[in-house]
C-alpha cells in the first residue's frame, strides 16, 4: 500500500466561509462580516476606504452572517463527512466567538461550548479535528484598535486566545496551525492580519511588520501548545507557490527564484526559528524596518513549529520580458504569467497535478519536516440535473492530484501525513464571496444572492471520495 495506514483523510472548511450565525451567542463582529460578496471582492478588500465605510454601517449584503450556517447544522454536515469516512476534519476557531472583542477580560462561555460541542460530534464519529486558530478572520475591534497585526499588542491577546483554546479543548483536539495562508496578509493585509493601508506607499512597510508579529503570535502558540498540549502536534500553513520560469532565460530563472524565496520566507522563520538572509537583505534594500523587541529572536527559536501544512490549488509562470507579462492569470490571489501547457479552471486557476508532487519535494527538501496538505480542490459551478449532480470535472481533478501526492510518497520519500480537500461541503468563496464557485462532495442549496433552501445533498464525487478513503487511495 502506498499511502500510510493511519493516513488522514478528510476534507477542510474555515469559520467563517460556514458558520454563519454572525452575531449569535455573544460573537462579536469580525473583519471578514465587514465585506461583501462579488466579483469585486478583492478590490473591496484592498480598499481601505470602502472597508472603512462598511465597518460603520452594514448596507448590502455580507456573505459571510449566514453563509451555510453550519453553527446550526454542523450535526447533519459532521454526519456526511462520516458517511464519506473522513478521519481528520479541518475546520478553524473564530476568535471573535472566544473574546467579541479580542481583548475581553473574560472569555465567552457559549461560545466555547459551541466548539466543545462539534468536537465532540467530530469524535463521535470517530473524525479527528485539526483546527485552525485564526483563518482570516478576527474581531473587528482589533482593526479599529491597533490596526489589526500591525499592532504589537495583538501578540498576547492571541497568546491568551490560544491558551484559552488549547485548555478548554484539552484531550479533543490532537492537530492544531496557527495561521492560515500567513504569506497572504502580504498581498491581502486586511483579509490576512485585519490591517488598513491608509497610504499605498505604506503597504510593504506595514504588512511585513504585521507579519512579524504574527511569526511572534505563532512561535507564543506553539509554545503554549507545547506546554498544555504536550502529545499535541502544530504546524504552520502556506499558500504554496509553484511557478515555473518562462523560459530557461538564466534571468526567468533568477527571478522565479526570487518569487519563490519570498514567499517562503514566513515559513522558514517558523519552521527553522530564524530570518533567513534573503529576507533581511530585502528590507534592508527596501528601506524596511521591522521593528524589534529584546526576546524576539529567543521567542521565534523556541517556537518552531511539528510539521509543515499548505494549501495547493494551481500552478503559474514567472518571466522578466514585459511581453510574455503582459499574458496573466489568476490563481489563489497571487496568479502569474498564464501557462500555455495547462487548462484553467472557471476562475482561471491553472490545473497542475504534477505541482502538487513538486511543492511536495520542495517543501519536504526545505524543511524535512512531516507535510500536511490542509486544502486542494477545483472551484466549479456545478448544475443539478433532476436533483443530482454529476461532478466528473471535480473526481478528475481530485484523482490526478491524488496520484501525484501517491507518486511523492512512493518514490521520493515525502513524510505526509494527510490530506483534507479544500471546502468538502459547499461553502462562500474566500475570494469572490460567491456560493457559485464550489468545491464541496456535498452541495448546498444557495446561491450568490443568499436565496436558497441551504439543504444538504450529496454530489457524485460524494461516493467517490467515499471509495477512495475506504481504500486507502487506492481505488481512484
Ligand atoms: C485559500 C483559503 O486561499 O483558498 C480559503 O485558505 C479559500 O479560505 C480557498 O476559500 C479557495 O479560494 P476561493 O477564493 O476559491 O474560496
Not at 291 to 301: I, P, S, V
Request: aromatic residues 12%; proline residues 4%.
Amino acid at each position: 500500500m502506498s499511502f500510510p495506514k493511519n493516513f488522514l483523510w478528510g476534507g477542510a472548511i474555515a469559520a467563517h466561509q460556514a458558520e454563519g450565525a454572525y452575531l449569535e451567542d455573544g460573537k462579536g463582529r469580525a473583519t471578514c462580516d465587514v465585506i461583501h460578496g462579488g466579483k469585486e471582492r478583492i478590490a473591496e478588500i484592498l480598499n481601505t476606504s470602502s472597508i472603512r465605510a462598511n465597518i460603520e454601517s452594514s448596507q448590502g449584503y455580507f456573505p459571510e452572517h449566514i453563509a451555510i450556517d453550519f453553527y446550526h447544522r454542523y450535526k447533519e454536515d459532521i454526519a456526511l463527512f462520516a458517511e464519506m469516512g473522513f478521519k481528520v476534519f479541518r475546520t478553524s476557531i473564530c476568535w471573535a466567538r472566544i473574546f467579541p472583542n479580542g481583548d475581553d477580560a473574560q472569555p465567552n462561555e457559549a461560545g466555547l461550548r459551541f466548539y466543545d460541542n462539534l468536537f465532540d460530534e467530530c469524535k463521535k464519529h470517530g473524525i479527528e479535528p485539526l483546527v485552525t486558530l485564526s483563518h482570516w478572520e478576527m474581531p473587528i475591534t482589533l482593526t479599529q484598535k491597533y490596526n489589526g497585526w500591525a499592532g504589537r499588542e495583538l501578540v498576547p491577546l492571541f497568546e491568551r486566545y490560544a491558551r484559552t483554546v488549547f485548555t478548554r479543548y484539552k484531550g479533543k483536539v490532537k492537530y492544531w496551525l496557527t495561521f492560515n495562508e500567513i504569506n497572504m496578509t502580504l498581498h491581502l493585509p486586511f483579509l490576512g492580519g485585519g490591517v488598513l493601508i491608509d497610504r499605498p506607499e505604506h503597504k510593504e512597510q506595514l504588512s511585513l511588520q504585521a507579519c512579524h508579529h504574527m511569526l511572534l503570535a505563532s512561535a507564543s502558540a506553539v509554545k503554549a501548545c507545547h506546554e498544555i498540549l504536550p502529545d499535541a502536534k502544530i504546524g504552520c500553513m502556506v499558500a504554496a507557490l509553484c511557478a515555473y520560469p518562462y523560459t530557461c532565460r538564466p534571468e526567468d530563472v533568477l527571478e522565479q527564484k526570487k518569487l519563490e524565496r519570498m514567499n517562503y520566507y514566513l515559513t522558514d522563520v517558523q519552521a527553522r526559528g530564524y530570518y533567513p538572509a534573503f529576507a533581511e537583505k530585502y528590507f534592508e534594500r527596501k528601506g524596511i524596518r521591522i521593528e524589534t523587541q529584546a526576546g524576539d529572536k529567543a521567542l521565534l527559536a523556541g517556537g518552531t513549529v511539528d510539521f509543515v501544512s499548505f494549501s495547493y490549488y494551481s500552478s503559474s509562470a514567472v518571466s522578466t520580458d514585459p511581453a510574455v507579462n503582459g499574458k496573466k492569470t489568476s490563481g489563489n490571489i497571487f496568479g502569474g504569467v498564464q501557462n500555455p501547457h495547462l487548462k484553467s479552471s472557471e476562475w482561471g486557476w491553472q490545473i497542475d497535478p504534477a505541482g502538487l508532487r513538486i511543492v511536495l519535494n520542495y517543501l519536504y527538501e526545505r524543511y524535512q519536516k512531516p507535510l500536511f496538505i490542509v486544502e486542494n480542490g477545483l472551484g466549479a459551478k456545478d448544475i443539478p440535473s433532476g436533483g443530482a449532480v454529476n461532478d466528473d470535472y471535480r473526481i478528475e481533478y481530485l484523482r490526478e492530484h491524488i496520484k501525484t501526492m501517491k507518486d511523492a510518497i512512493e518514490e521520493d520519500g515525502v513524510e505526509l501525513w494527510g490530506y483534507t480537500t479544500w471546502g468538502c461541503i459547499d461553502i462562500i468563496s474566500a475570494s469572490t464571496g460567491e456560493m457559485s464557485k464550489r468545491y464541496g462532495f456535498i452541495y448546498v442549496d444557495r446561491d450568490d444572492a443568499g436565496n436558497g433552501t441551504l439543504a444538504r445533498s450529496r454530489k457524485k464525487s460524494f461516493d467517490w471520495y467515499r471509495r477512495v478513503i475506504a481504500s486507502n487511495g487506492e481505488d481512484l
